[in-house]
């Protein structure tokens, strides 16, 4: 029947004007006039024929619906007077409904002849593999398993590495981040990233991120005004991924605050974007926006980058590191405002088990859990009880910190996770990212509260987040971008639940 016949037919049975209307169209009282006018405006609704030619997320009447009222899609319909989603599609063809961007969920204001889909694709087709449309958002689609395996905090967002190897991200959009096709609105929710493939492992950087793939390769997205995504370019942003170099034999990756780093088969050290702290150990100063090898770095077991200083750890527990100097952060013995230092081996530390790299300091530890740190101490980041602007160039062993199994380094605090799953973070807390009450700096180790042990931490800019054992994502700290992803914007000292991640 045709789609005007199946209109009027629609209105006349509704209005009880017809007796023996067809299986499936309401015959009268079963809808108000203003839902008559409703379905009138909407253009029909498409009755048992097109509910055989129906895609997944598509909503048809069934055949069994006699004496059926219109409809109900969750609580994201949209009224016929809205103007949004699929509204200027025509309904000649699918191809008209188009339009949602990507991270939003929308019913198609559509008649017959179009899907009327809770999609959230560029192409208008229904959220992506493993997200589902959740609270007007594409999320990362519940498991029986955990929700999350790591996390990664960046500037002002944050993402998450699923079970099956999916991303999704939450927070700043503007240099596109988020990796979801936009850079129009930050999203307090997580949304899902389009990523090249099966994730092994997440990093983030201020205001990009990448990804290491299963088969080895490397992805980024994010700003790519230093040539930090690696593809080549050093202008506008990548708001999805795109593969990094060629490079196809990556083992792990890590992102400093505008540059890149990949340690790859052979334990060779590579590197790109920003350079003018001589982070990429090349005979220039230069971003460079392909992967280039670092000079001389051999026997690479895993690399930080900070601001503008990187450090490399070797197969033998030494550590090397190179770049500008301003704080100590090389650690070789001296500090100097315009000092940029060549690689060197950091004295006084051997047998390390890891390594992190802060705004302007670093951190090594042991397979005891014994941590040292060097560089700036301007937030009591090194936990001498108090802060000094004097720098520390040398390595320190903390205070009051034991059995720690990983460090994660901000721009001026940081946090450790203990072999028992406890988590305590130190240093600047003026929006909260050390727990406790905000405001101020740490100068003692805070214990944070996850409800839970802990499995994994990152820490942002200002903002710091943890994977708990039940794969549960919990932030705390600045959030005026969303980038605790608790759906809100307000700071928060206390840890907040990621929206959608409940643990298994």
């Keep these: 029947m045709t789609q005007w016949f199946r209109r009027w037919l629609w209105l006349v049975c509704a209005a009880g004007a017809l007796t023996g209307c067809p299986h499936g169209v309401p015959a009268g009282g079963n809808f108000s006039p203003a839902d008559a006018k409703a379905a009138a405006d909407v253009g029909g609704v498409a009755g048992p024929d097109a509910a055989a030619d129906a895609a997944p997320g598509d909503v048809p009447v069934t055949a069994d619906a006699a004496n059926a009222e219109l409809p109900v899609v969750q609580t994201d319909v949209v009224t016929a007077d809205a103007k949004t989603g699929f509204d200027a599609c025509g309904c000649a063809s699918d191809s008209n409904c188009s339009g949602v961007a990507l991270g939003t969920c929308q019913v198609a204001k559509c008649g017959a002849g ?5 999609g959230v694709a560029p192409d208008g087709s229904a959220c ?3 997200f589902v449309c959740q609270s007007g958002k594409c999320l990362a689609a519940p498991t029986p398993g955990p929700w999350a395996k790591s996390v990664a905090a960046g500037g002002s967002h944050s993402c998450a590495l699923h079970p099956g190897g999916t991303v999704s991200c939450w927070g700043s959009s503007w240099q596109g981040q988020l990796g979801n096709g936009s850079t129009d609105v930050d999203s307090p929710v997580p949304v899902p990233v389009g990523v090249l493939g099966p994730v092994t492992q997440l990093v983030a950087g201020s205001t990009h991120s990448c990804a290491l793939h299963s088969g080895g390769k490397v992805s980024c997205w994010g700003d790519r005004f230093n040539g930090q995504t690696g593809s ?3 202008s506008g942003y990548a708001t999805v991924p795109e593969l990094a170099g060629t490079m196809a034999d990556v083992l792990s990756i890590a992102a400093g605050t505008n540059s890149s780093f990949a340690v790859r088969n052979g334990a060779t050290a590579w590197g790109w974007g920003n350079g003018n702290g001589g982070q990429l150990l090349q005979d220039t100063l230069a971003s460079q926006s392909d992967p280039v090898q670092l000079a001389s770095m051999l026997d690479v077991k895993s690399v930080c980058g900070g ?3 990187a450090c490399a750890l070797h197969d033998n527990g030494t550590v090397e ?5 301003t704080d100590g952060q090389v650690g070789h013995g001296t500090t100097g405002q315009n000092e940029i230092v060549k690689a060197g081996l950091v004295d006084g530390v051997s047998g390390i088990a890891n390594i992190a790299c802060g705004h302007v300091n670093t951190c090594a530890w042991d397979d005891a859990g014994t941590v040292w740190c060097w560089g700036s101490n301007i937030s009591g980041q090194l936990l001498t009880g108090n802060y000094g602007t004097s720098p520390v160039n040398a390595p320190l062993q903390l205070q009051g910190l034991v059995s720690v199994s990983a460090l994660a380094a ?3 605090h940081a946090c450790a996770l203990g072999k028992s799953g406890d988590i305590a973070c130190w240093g600047d807390n003026a929006h ?6 905000s405001g101020g700096d740490a100068y003692k180790p805070i214990t944070i509260s996850l409800g839970g042990k802990a499995t994994a931490v990152s820490a942002g800019t200002q903002h710091t987040c943890a994977v708990r054992e039940d794969g549960a994502v919990l932030c705390w700290g600045s959030n005026n971008s969303g980038q605790l992803g608790n759906a809100g914007k307000d700071d928060s000292a206390t840890p907040v639940l990621v929206v959608g991640s409940a643990g298994k």
Excluded at 321 to 325: L, M, S, V
Excluded at 432 to 437: A, I, K, N, R
């Design 114 to 118: 179009c899907k009327c889909t809770v």
């Design 128 to 130: 992506g593999g493993g």
């Design 232 to 234: 080549g370019s050093n």
């Design 307 to 309: 601001d503008h200083h």
């Design 321 to 325: 590191c190179w770049g500008r100097n």
């Design 410 to 412: 901000g721009q001026t």
């Design 432 to 437: 909260g990212q050390c727990g406790g009450s």
